[in-house]
């Protein structure tokens, strides 16, 4: 079973908003920081935002004041909230939780596609 699972993405057009879930098992909600990252084509996987387990949080200048993270303690689940997307944030949105090492994660998701129209 996935330790990590992202729900959420789509298609929109510019301007617009989406909001993606992460859904991780309770021993992982419980113990790691979990973080956001993506990759649009061509291009290298990058962080978007991260969220340690006591809820301090860290955005890529790219996203601050776009994109909020938070963590859902009903669902257990660490979700992004995007808006006043644009075309440079198209790409796979994946999730990725407890970092060791400094930049290496122990679990990922499969990643979920978003894409934003101009």
């Known amino acids: 079973q996935a330790q990590v699972m992202e729900s959420g993405g789509g298609s929109v057009q510019a301007g617009g908003s989406l909001k993606l879930s992460c859904q991780v098992n309770?021993?992982?909600?419980?113990?790691?920081?979990v973080a956001w990252h993506r990759q649009a084509p061509g291009k290298e996987r990058e962080l978007v935002s991260i969220?340690?387990?006591?809820?301090?949080?860290t955005y890529a200048d790219s996203v601050k004041g776009r994109f909020t993270i938070s963590r859902d303690n009903t669902k257990v689940t660490v979700d992004l909230q995007m808006n006043n997307l644009n075309a440079e944030d198209t790409g796979r949105y994946y999730c990725?939780?407890?970092?060791?090492?400094?930049?290496?994660?122990?679990?990922w998701g499969q990643g979920t596609q978003v894409s934003v129209s101009s």
């Open positions: 990725a939780a407890c970092m060791y090492g400094g930049t290496y994660y122990r679990h």
């Open positions: 309770e021993f992982i909600f419980s113990t790691c920081g």
């Open positions: 969220i340690a387990k006591d809820g301090s949080t």
